[in-house]
């Protein structure tokens, strides 16, 4: 075993990062050797974990804002309320005769006495977001059945208002696509889609969509622009995708299967959404997948914002903490095509199958897919040999592909343990660990992985989250407090890089009104994007992220310090980059030291992430109370006075 990169104290050696010295008056010292460059930085090392939880594709990134657009929930009318004007009468009917898509049967039949204005209208995900001044593309497939009634495409707010109304006259007998623009009068967090019928007659209607025309890159039915803009602006080294346990599904039929999420979204078949019903206590009975944002938008997605994509794919288990069904191992080939597929559809030639097909939506040029997890949170024996088998096969075909393993839900224990042997045994490449606990075990962890072996597989934290009550408490918060317990178990991955090769925090996206797990790093509703404090963290890790660790040393600590450190050369600008969290109640005085090398005088700039109360945190109605905020200072000889405030996480750019 070997330790680099250790933090020394005085001349002892480290196990843990946070110090109880003696009492001392005089303040603490840093001390970073510019000159000894240790392990190699994977460039991908801070990334993200999407799964879609708590609205986090439909109602969330996916920006489509009706909900059950095809009528295909198992409650066909579900989001969906018969709208009608006094006196209005008529009915509406729901039916699978001669739809415009085989693959998208239910449509309904809206019959109108002409009466008043009568029809439908879609309660979108918890209400629609709709912005004056934006525009909204409105689509439907129509087809006029009897009469000659125009059909009304209307926003209304939520307290009744109308913000927009639009006519569609003289519909054909046959489906059609039809589409308008909306643009709404006023904004409003709750609107509602209203079609109706004014005039006498019978009109069919399906996949009735309603898209802002303001989606990420403009594209056409894509991404809400402002949900994006966020993990773009952690710069995220790679994007895991699409989870989580969403991957396993309860039972084998409702896993995640990446071919039924690529082509024309009509046909892409709905599937429950496994935390439509996992939580008694946060029942989301309107949770489906459509897979709007499937596997093509996923890797487009990765391409826009420079992460490398990371899909993990259903290993032949569904949850273990579900039905744990098993398919057998003589069966596991059509499973393992998949991942096979899969890596073709990414980066294979376009006269190969899945690379044609990949073209023909638009993207000739391969998507450089280097990593694939097989499974996602699984554990036991079967998980092994399953996973012995994907291994075998994807390794002869591309030897090139690293494969993330699983090492179960704890990060330590029986379970984990058996994994590690195992996948040891395995030669497997990168140990996925995941990790939920109280802010303590992540301050008390922070020295973990300096006692890692250095051989054989590597780490890739793929879910981590400070839990401020406990795993699944509804009373979860994302608080400074537990920002800042990441903060310090991530100077110790960042000083372990050379076993720690990737990051991510779980989950990504909450939507304040539909969320069934807490805490999450990006909160968001129909109209705001708010991140959390551990957004930030994760964001000044990632953008200060340098390509070398540095050997950093504490010393001088008072009795009651707790520092938790850790430093990096940036190749690029030449910069020292030094993290230091301060989780002490008190500011604590230290004296930065830059060694070794050149050791002259320049600009720092100083970004702390800080506030009044551990128990601060953001939210839409008060986004930026804890926000990292920079200033520059200048040091000389090598030399820093530094001041690290209460509670505080700072990172400091030396010139
Ligand atoms: O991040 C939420 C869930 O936690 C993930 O789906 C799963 O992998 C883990 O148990």
């Known amino acids: 075993m070997k330790f680099k990169n250790q933090i020394a104290v005085g001349a002892g050696f480290l196990t843990a990062l946070a110090f109880t010295l003696a009492a001392t008056a005089s303040p603490a010292t840093i001390t970073i050797q510019a000159d000894q460059l240790g392990a190699k930085i994977n460039p991908a090392m801070w990334g993200i974990f999407f799964e879609d939880i708590n609205f986090g594709a439909d109602g969330g990134l996916y920006a489509e804002l009706v909900k059950n657009r095809g009528f295909e929930f198992p409650d066909p009318l579900m989001g ?9 009468k008529g009915e509406v009917t729901v039916r699978d005769d001669a739809p415009f898509n085989a693959k998208n049967s239910h449509y309904v039949r809206v019959r109108s006495e002409g009466t008043g204005l009568f029809g439908l209208s879609n309660e979108g995900f918890r209400g629609m977001g709709v912005k004056a ?18 059909l009304k495409v209307q926003l209304y707010g939520g307290d009744g208002t109308l913000l927009e109304s639009v006519d569609l006259k003289k519909l054909s007998g046959d ?21 109706l019928l004014d005039g006498r007659g019978t009109v069919d209607l399906d996949f009735v969509s309603l898209f802002p025309e303001n989606t990420w890159k403009h594209r056409s039915g894509g991404l809400r622009a402002d949900m994006v803009q966020a993990l773009a602006d952690l710069h995220p080294g790679f994007m895991r995708f699409p989870g989580g346990c ?104 376009t006269n190969t199958v899945w690379g044609a097909q990949r073209a023909a939506l638009g993207h000739p040029e391969p998507f450089h897919l280097k990593m694939l997890g097989v499974g996602n949170e699984q554990w036991g024996e079967q998980y ?39 996948l040891r045994e395995l030669h497997a490449d990168i140990i996925d660990e995941h990790c939920y606990a109280k802010p303590e075990w992540f301050f008390n962890n922070a020295h973990r992985y300096d006692r890692y072996d ?33 903060a310090a178990y991530l100077t110790g991955l960042e000083r372990n890089a050379d076993v720690v090769r990737m990051a991510s925090y779980a989950p990504l996206f909450a939507n304040t009104e539909a969320w069934q797990w807490t805490p999450d790093l990006i909160w968001v509703d ?35 310090d707790s520092l938790y450190a850790s430093a990096v050369k940036d190749d690029a600008t030449g910069e020292v980059i030094v993290k230091v969290v301060n989780a002490n109640s008190q500011p604590c005085q230290a004296n930065l ?7 002259g005088s320049g600009q720092v700039t100083v970004t702390v992430l800080a506030s009044g109360n551990l128990a601060d945190q953001n939210a839409a109605s008060q986004p930026l109370k804890v926000l990292p905020k920079t200033a520059t200072e200048s040091y000389r000889g090598g030399k820093l006075k530094q001041s690290f405030p209460a509670n505080s996480f700072t990172v400091l750019r030396f010139e």
């Not at 494969?403 to 058996?418: E, Q, T, Y």
């Not at 030291?593 to 050791?599: H, P, V």
Request: aromatic share 12%; hydrophobic share 35%; with cysteine.
């Open 246 to 349: 969403i991957v396993e599904g309860p039972w084998l039929d409702g896993r995640y299967q990446w071919k039924k999420t690529i082509g024309p979204v009509e046909e892409r078949p709905l599937l429950f959404n496994r935390w439509n019903t996992e939580f008694v206590h946060r029942p989301t009975p309107d949770y489906y997948q459509s897979f709007g944002l499937g596997f093509f938008e996923f890797f487009q997605l990765c391409e826009d914002i420079g992460a490398s994509p990371l899909p993990i794919l259903n290993c032949g288990m569904a949850c273990e903490f579900n039905s744990g069904e098993l398919c057998p191992l003589d069966q596991l080939q059509p499973y393992i095509q998949d991942a096979l597929d899969l890596i073709e559809f990414a980066n294979g030639d």
């Open 526 to 560: 129909s109209l705001h994007v708010t991140p959390t404090p551990n957004y930030f963290v994760q964001q000044m890790f990632s953008c200060n992220r340098g390509d070398e660790v540095l050997p950093l040393e504490l010393s001088g600590l008072g009795k009651s």
């Open 384 to 422: 092994f040999e399953r996973y012995a088998k994907f291994a075998a096969a994807i390794k002869e075909k591309y030897p090139d592909i690293q494969l993330i393993s699983a090492s179960g839900p704890d990060p330590a224990g029986d379970r984990f343990n058996l994994a590690w042997k195992k």
């Open 593 to 599: 030291k830059i060694a070794g090398g050149k050791t």
């Open 454 to 486: 250095r051989t054989g597989p590597k780490v890739f934290m793929g879910e981590y989250a400070a839990q401020s009550v406990g795993v699944v408490s509804t009373k979860n918060r994302n608080n400074l407090e537990t920002a800042l317990a990441e």
């Open 133 to 150: 001044g934006e525009t909204y593309d409105f689509s439907a497939q129509i087809r006029s059945v009897e009469g000659k009634p125009v």
């Open 175 to 195: 489906w059609q696509k039809y589409t308008a623009t909306l643009h709404p009068k006023d904004t409003d967090p709750k609107a509602r889609l209203a079609v």
């Open 80 to 88: 969906w309320i018969i709208n009608r004007a006094q006196l209005a």
